[in-house]
């Protein structure tokens, strides 16, 4: 059949550039390549230059791409240069001013000192309270001071692990849309965006604070919203889609759905995997002892509740990111043939154990697409498992925080 790899952006140059020894293309001999695919290509006539010209145009796709991660990199030294900057005027007067204190206390404890070291001297017992009561206070204000600098410091730094994952990540970001032609692009949206704010309205009329209120959560925030371009899986999408249904009626569009996947303990990084590769085959989560499926759902709480019960009760870690800060995964589905799972299984709970209980997977199910699971005492809430990984089309990756 066709191959999938010819219908992306980019794809003659990349295959010249990376293949050197390639002696065909697309079944045409490049020595004898025709006027026809190189005038149409590349605009020139004889296949020497053709592979000249694609490795030009690559040359220049990398130089572009490099001076972006450059300038990216400048641009983060230089916010940390600045934040640097303003911890040292922030703490700057606090230093000074515990030097002044840390003076004054050892001057005090030297006179305490002196004073009770006299034994033949029976000095004033109102007068060794006072210093001893001075003592004290200036001892508080150093811990206080010192704690002030620490938690300065602690936030400076939690600033620059967080600057520094960021970049990581938008350098990676480059790093693959370089290597894919373009054809994997991860594009962050802007308060304008019509898409930026139909996923806010999307993940706020999902969110159930109900299930929340025991987390002492009341509402999320939309920090970000990132748009995935992904032409491979976009392809394979429509392609099994036009395989299962006739595309010109329209009515096959009432299987269509916008559900959420989220981060799960037990896949860490899959939801940026699921965004460059795709889901996993059901197989792979089954061979993990996961459901045999692609599991998504149309609530916030039912994908995102179990991670946040399972976060530790300090939820700032050295380095990290707070579990309050989550992510999650929105998907175009197609669910085909779907049925609700079977009395035997349990209804969803947004549980661990629960999830542990029973597993879903397509031999229970031969003739569905899908299946879905209600959540109990909430039937609005619904988890979805989906058991052919191409019908499942990541969009969108948003950042929340409660």
Same mark, same amino acid.
């Given at each position: 059949?066709?191959?999938?790899?010819?219908?992306?952006?980019?794809?003659?140059?990349?295959?010249?550039?990376?293949?050197?020894?390639?002696?065909?293309?697309?079944?045409?001999?490049?020595?004898?390549?025709?006027?026809?695919?190189?005038?149409?290509?590349?605009?020139?006539?004889?296949?020497?230059?053709?592979?000249?010209?694609?490795?030009?145009?690559?040359?220049?796709?990398?130089?572009?791409?490099?001076?972006?991660?450059?300038?990216?990199?400048?641009?983060?030294?230089?916010?940390?240069? #600045?934040?640097?900057?303003?911890?040292?005027?922030?703490?700057?007067?606090?230093?000074?001013?515990?030097?002044?204190?840390?003076?004054?206390?050892?001057?005090?404890?030297?006179?305490?000192?002196?004073?009770?070291?006299?034994?033949?001297?029976?000095?004033?017992?109102?007068?060794?309270?006072?210093?001893?009561?001075?003592?004290?206070?200036?001892?508080?204000?150093?811990?206080?001071?010192?704690?002030?600098?620490?938690?300065?410091?602690?936030?400076?730094?939690?600033?620059?692990?967080?600057?520094?994952?960021?970049?990581?990540?938008?350098?990676?970001?480059?790093?693959?849309?370089?290597?894919?032609?373009?054809?994997?692009?991860?594009?962050?949206?802007?308060?304008?965006?019509?898409?930026?704010?139909?996923?806010?309205?999307?993940?706020?009329?999902?969110?159930?604070?109900?299930?929340?209120?025991?987390?002492?959560?009341?509402?999320?925030?939309?920090? #970000?919203?990132?748009?995935?371009?992904?032409?491979?899986?976009?392809?394979?999408?429509?392609? #099994?889609?036009?395989?299962?249904?006739?595309?010109?009626?329209?009515?096959?569009?009432?299987?269509?759905?916008?559900?959420?996947?989220?981060?799960?303990?037990?896949?860490?990084?899959?939801?940026?995997?699921?965004?460059?590769?795709?889901?996993?085959?059901?197989?792979?989560?089954?061979?993990?002892?996961?459901?045999?499926?692609?599991?998504?759902?149309?609530?916030?709480?039912?994908?995102?509740?179990?991670?946040?019960?399972?976060?530790?009760?300090?939820?700032?870690?050295?380095?990290?990111?707070?579990?309050?800060?989550?992510?999650?995964?929105?998907?175009?589905?197609?669910?085909?043939?779907?049925?609700?799972?079977?009395?035997?299984?349990?209804?969803?709970?947004?549980?661990?154990?629960?999830?542990?209980?029973?597993?879903?997977?397509?031999?229970?199910?031969?003739?569905?697409?899908?299946?879905?699971?209600?959540?109990?005492?909430?039937?609005?809430?619904?988890?979805?498992?989906?058991?052919?990984?191409?019908?499942?089309?990541?969009?969108?990756?948003?950042?929340?925080?409660?």
């Amino acid at each position: 059949g066709e191959c999938p790899i010819a219908g992306l952006c980019n794809y003659q140059t990349y295959v010249l550039f990376n293949i050197r020894q390639l002696t065909s293309l697309d079944t045409l001999a490049l020595p004898e390549e025709t006027k026809q695919l190189a005038e149409a290509t590349f605009m020139k006539k004889n296949p020497e230059e053709t592979k000249q010209l694609a490795e030009a145009t690559f040359m220049k796709k990398k130089m572009y791409y490099n001076m972006r991660i450059k300038t990216l990199r400048r641009n983060t030294n230089n916010a940390i240069r #600045r934040a640097d900057q303003g911890r040292a005027a922030k703490v700057g007067t606090s230093v000074e001013v515990k030097k002044v204190i840390l003076r004054h206390f050892k001057d005090i404890e030297g006179e305490l000192g002196q004073v009770k070291s006299y034994s033949h001297y029976n000095p004033d017992p109102s007068y060794v309270a006072a210093l001893e009561s001075k003592s004290e206070k200036l001892n508080q204000a150093i811990a206080a001071r010192t704690a002030e600098i620490k938690k300065a410091q602690d936030s400076l730094d939690e600033c620059k692990a967080r600057v520094h994952e960021l970049s990581n990540e938008y350098v990676r970001r480059l790093i693959v849309e370089l290597e894919t032609g373009g054809n994997i692009r991860l594009e962050d949206g802007k308060l304008g965006d019509l898409w930026y704010s139909s996923c806010v309205d999307l993940v706020n009329s999902r969110f159930f604070a109900a299930d929340f209120a025991t987390l002492g959560i009341t509402g999320l925030k939309v920090n #970000r919203v990132t748009r995935i371009h992904n032409r491979f899986l976009r392809n394979r999408f429509e392609e #099994r889609l036009e395989s299962m249904v006739d595309v010109s009626d329209s009515t096959y569009k009432r299987s269509l759905e916008y559900l959420f996947y989220g981060e799960s303990p037990e896949l860490p990084g899959e939801l940026l995997r699921a965004a460059e590769d795709g889901f996993r085959h059901p197989s792979e989560y089954a061979a993990l002892g996961l459901d045999g499926a692609v599991t998504l759902s149309n609530s916030i709480s039912v994908i995102d509740v179990p991670r946040l019960k399972e976060a530790p009760a300090s939820y700032r870690t050295s380095g990290g990111r707070s579990p309050l800060v989550g992510q999650v995964l929105v998907s175009k589905v197609f669910l085909g043939k779907c049925v609700q799972e079977s009395a035997l299984a349990s209804p969803a709970t947004g549980s661990k154990q629960s999830k542990k209980q029973v597993l879903t997977s397509k031999a229970e199910y031969p003739d569905c697409n899908s299946v879905f699971r209600v959540k109990q005492g909430d039937p609005k809430q619904r988890q979805w498992y989906v058991f052919d990984n191409a019908l499942v089309l990541p969009e969108y990756l948003v950042e929340l925080s409660a």
